[in-house]
């Protein structure tokens, strides 16, 4: 069974950092890009940050400059490290994974920033 599991969501204040990570697991091969989404209480669901299998990178807009997507492959992990957070970066963020055949998504982990 497939799984993408997000977790190192929580509580922060404005200004503060946090760190993500995703763990997959399962049958996930030939993997071409990993990154977050996020979405907000009654909004779409927004590109956060993605990382390509050679490391390119792109961010969403509103998080360049303050956040950093990075992989480790040998833990199957991908992180996304957030500086300088604003209460608009309040949200669940989703990890997925873009294979050559398939697109799995995480459950979510919940990120709050209070002002």
């Known amino acids: 069974q497939v799984q993408l599991v997000e977790s190192g969501g929580g509580l922060v204040q404005a200004g503060g950092s946090l760190s993500l990570s995703c763990v997959f697991s399962?049958?996930?091969?030939?993997?071409?890009?990993m990154g977050w989404y996020r979405q907000a209480p009654g909004k779409e669901r927004e590109l956060v940050a993605t990382?390509?299998?050679?490391?390119?990178?792109n961010y969403g807009d509103s998080v360049k400059g303050r956040f950093t997507i990075s992989r480790d492959n040998a833990k199957n992990t991908v992180y996304l490290r957030m500086n300088n957070l604003k209460p608009e970066d309040t949200g669940v963020y989703y990890c997925?994974?873009?294979?050559?055949?398939?697109?799995?998504w995480g459950k979510g982990t919940l990120v709050t920033v209070s002002s």
């Open positions: 997925r994974t873009i294979t050559a055949l398939m697109v799995y």
């Open positions: 399962g049958s996930i091969f030939d993997i071409r890009v």
């Open positions: 990382i390509t299998s050679s490391s390119s990178t």
